[in-house]
């Protein structure tokens, strides 16, 4: 078996809960090296997590020789540079989502994959996630008949940062490093899930504002979408409502009944047929990517396969630019 040993590139949140503790969790596969632009940060993940190395510099940390796979866990704006320094060393990568900050980005990565022949793979982690897979199951059963539409609906108070007196704002809301706002942060989990249970999103248009002018991104969006199998969907999103019209519910109408369930609080997956109405509880794994980068070492040791490559992350930039009108 070969033994993958991760260095990586970012060490923030993410990889502190989500992600981090997974890769020393699978069986031939190891945490070496990390890295930061901050030397405090970088030290500090390294000792607490028993990390034997630590870089300020992601070109070093690529060019470690016990480095053999990376994984980038910085924000949008930089992950297809690093992604692209990694393959070009001969190193397959495992990407934050989304995989960049545009569509255009994204081609650019497949590119250099394509060219060398190194994988990348995103972490669209909810694919593998038991919750998702039973939502999966149940539509590919048949439970509501042939669906006939789907509704995407999320509605959130605006956050404490987001009104920092000092007039910072977090990089989620900084266009230029997240690809836009809070939409280009949490749409894409909801629309992977879509088009790994509908297929690829072939038409999608959108119309954005910003309503309650706490920053310059937008801060409403809503959608219109088709899938390559003509099925019809929209999307709505606002950052900014009243806690009380707080929502995080994706519809899935059918000719025999209605399946709807929640993409972040992972509330029970409600089926509603004529035979009446069925709540059903799917518990997840405390670290959340572990099933998704159980899949990805398994891909790389020869005896898997990991369907989150980057060719299927990227129609999801796709879908988003077109909805902000990007292109």
Request: charged residues 20%; glycine residues 10%; proline residues 6%.
């Amino acid at each position: 078996m070969k033994l993958l040993r991760w260095g990586f590139i970012g060490c923030g949140e993410v990889t502190e809960k989500k992600s981090g503790p997974a890769f020393n969790d699978v069986e031939g596969s190891e945490v070496v090296a990390v890295m930061s632009r901050s030397a405090a940060r970088a030290r500090s993940y390294a000792e607490r997590h028993k990390v034997k190395k630590w870089y300020t510099d992601a070109q070093e940390l690529i060019a470690d020789p016990e480095v053999n796979a990376v994984y980038v866990a910085t924000p949008p704006s930089s992950h297809a540079t690093f992604a692209i320094m990694a393959m070009r060393a001969g190193k397959p990568v495992y990407v934050e989502k989304p995989l960049a900050a545009s569509y255009d980005d994204c081609a650019r990565v497949n590119r250099v994959s394509e060219q060398t022949g190194v994988p990348c793979f995103v972490a669209y982690y909810r694919r593998y996630l038991p919750y998702f897979k039973k939502v999966k199951s149940l539509v590919r059963d048949g439970a509501v008949g042939r669906v006939m539409n789907v509704q995407l609906r999320f509605s959130c108070p605006p956050r404490e940062a987001d009104v920092a007196p000092d007039g910072s704002l977090p990089w989620r809301l900084q266009p230029d490093i997240s690809g836009g706002g809070y939409f280009y942060d949490l749409a894409p989990h909801q629309l992977d899930l879509l088009q790994d249970l509908f297929g690829v999103i072939t038409e999608a248009e959108g119309l954005c504002a910003n309503r309650a002018g706490l920053y310059g991104a937008e801060d409403n969006v809503s959608a219109c979408f088709r899938f390559e199998s003509g099925l019809t969907g929209s999307g709505s999103w606002c950052f900014t409502g009243h806690k009380s019209a707080q929502e995080d519910k994706i519809e899935i109408i059918g000719g025999d009944g209605k399946l709807s369930f929640s993409v972040f609080g992972y509330d029970p997956i409600l089926l509603v047929t004529g035979q009446g109405a069925t709540s059903i509880v799917v518990p997840n794994p405390p670290y959340v990517q572990l099933p998704i980068i159980k899949a990805v070492i398994e891909d790389l040791q020869g005896f898997g396969a990991c369907s989150c490559t980057s060719v299927s992350a990227t129609p999801v930039n796709w879908v988003m630019d077109r909805i902000l009108g990007k292109f």
